[in-house]
């Protein structure tokens, strides 16, 4: 059973920055695409930025130039470096792990609060 623990969210100012952190336990097989997607009350969950095996990223455009995510295959994890953040960042942040292409495995995490306020 692979699952995936979530850390580094919080309470911070406009203009701060918060590292987030996944760590996966269990084995993770095959290709595979590591991600952190945010849900505001009411919304759906949307995804700010994945990365592949070999490091490919993608970012969604609301965070490019804010936002770094980065991963490390022999520890299993990945990581969200969120700057510059604004109040409308404001969500529950979930790690994901998802067997590429689409069809196998599909992993989430709990979520990590992330809030920014004045």
């Known amino acids: 059973q692979v699952q995936l623990v979530e850390s580094g969210g919080g309470l911070v100012q406009p203009g701060g920055s918060l590292r987030l952190s996944c760590a996966a336990s269990g084995r993770i097989f095959g290709i595979n695409t590591m991600g952190w997607y945010r849900q505001a009350p009411g919304n759906q969950r949307d995804l700010d930025a994945t990365?592949?095996?070999?490091?490919?990223?993608n970012y969604a455009d609301s965070v490019k130039g804010r936002f770094t995510i980065s991963r490390d295959n022999a520890k299993n994890t990945v990581d969200l470096q969120m700057n510059s953040l604004k109040p409308e960042d404001t969500a529950v942040y979930y790690c994901n792990v998802a067997r590429q292409p689409p069809g196998g495995y599909d992993y989430w995490g709990q979520g990590t609060q992330v809030t920014v306020s004045s």
């Open positions: 990365i592949t095996t070999i490091g490919t990223t």
